[in-house]
DNA sequence: CTCATGGCGATACACTGTATTTCTGGGATA
DNA sequence: TATCCCAGAAATACAGTGTATCGCCATGAG
């Protein structure tokens, strides 16, 4: 029995942290969707048992607070503008597009509070972008009215989007002529202006109807502002 | 063998249809949230098997998609008022209670596109509110605008109340009290904005605050509709 | 060299959504 | 009336899930 013969001592398991495992959670769900993040899997890609994970965290949907916490500091520019206005656009595109790296998010986001270093951090940005232009119970007001405006459009955005890749058309096609459904409804005459809509509405990309109407919120923002600044 | 010995003949299996179907996943999901709502649950309360669903639906997914359409119902207004200010807030509103009566609404809301029936007309009462007072590019862009800021509040007002629920403690003694991490992390003065926020802003109720954020976006929509009405 | 212990893997459990197979009662036909 | 057939319900099956528990074993201390 040489040396060659006996198989060498199973390699000592590689040490893991929580950046290891919300980086493997997050390339499965960059593959694969939410769903197919399971303990297993994020597991497995470490060459560890499922229960292993739990010394780490306690539950799943912690898991996901780490993962949305992560994502988050994609979200956080580098450095902010003086211009208030500018600031939170930035802050919205940059969610907007973070979004559309890691469409999972669009599930997540809004549904818990965001608690982690960088989703404070990315609070931290917002309310900084106005401070000092309000009272501060004006300020927390405003960053939670955009924050509701582009969080709500960005979820939308990405259930359309959605829609129309697993019919293959775009939103326009399937509502118009492919969704036989659609089609059938709006015969009927019952909803006149949603068939108006869809019929004469011009097709506007989903970029440009984000920030048309986060523009409209900045205004309204911007009105508020003005008013007494305290 | 009398008759007495032979038991009754099993009961013929009862109707079902998916109205039926729906009101238990929707009573399931009232009493238990969502992830309470099994197809073997909804089959049970039914006295059917898992299998016997399948015929009125095709998916879990489905199901949900039928759910939400169905208390899309509870938030169509009876009669629109003349004020299309008025109809949105209405909308908004009624969207908001219902989601507090049916929590688990807030995880769908927004998720995928409501193209049931009930659904349709919502949106067609939406639309309806302020046609004729725009472009109907323009009407689009509004009715997207302020459902995505009521959309987005009500599921971050949720979030919250679910968190405050988990702890026990109101929002405001969670963050500046209990909440160990989030004291802590306040304490380290890399959110001065944030900190200043929790603890020197005022608390106001949810519905306020909801209600003041909703009155912001419908300004920003006036400003636009008295624009160009083309 | 022995022992204790902390951490890991294996095992187990109750449950999920859904595919497939098996059964059965009632209607159609002879 | 007796037979067949078949729609549709039920049972079974399967692969997978999150998580609790158990037993082992390698590494450090004594």
Do not use: C
Request: charged share 25%; net charge negative.
């Amino acid at each position: 029995m040489t040396v060659w013969d006996r198989p060498e001592p199973p390699a000592r398991p590689v040490p893991l942290d929580r950046e290891r495992i919300v980086a493997a959670a997050i390339a499965l769900a960059d593959e694969g969707g939410l769903e197919a993040v399971s303990l297993r899997k994020v597991a497995g890609r470490l060459n560890a048992g499922p229960m292993r994970l739990y010394g780490y965290i306690s539950t799943k949907e912690e898991l996901f607070d780490l993962m949305v916490d992560e994502v988050h500091a994609e979200i956080l520019p580098e450095e902010q503008p003086g211009d208030w206005r500018e600031a939170l656009r930035i802050i919205a595109h940059r969610t907007r597009q973070t979004v559309l790296r890691h469409e999972w998010l669009a599930e997540l986001l809004g549904g818990r509070p965001t608690l982690g270093p960088n989703g404070l951090a990315v609070t931290e940005a917002k309310l900084a972008a106005l401070d000092g232009l309000a009272d501060i119970d004006t300020v927390m007001r405003a960053v939670e009215t955009v924050s509701a405006y582009f969080t709500g459009a960005i979820r939308r955005e990405i259930a359309n989007l959605r829609a129309e890749r697993a019919t293959g058309l775009s939103k326009r096609d399937w509502q118009r002529a492919s969704g036989p459904h659609v089609t059938r409804v709006l015969a009927t005459g019952r909803f006149p202006t949603l068939a108006k809509a869809v019929y004469d509405g011009t097709e506007v990309d989903a970029e440009a109807s984000f920030a048309t109407g986060l523009d409209w919120v900045l205004d309204a923002v911007a009105v508020k502002l003005t008013r007494p600044p305290t």
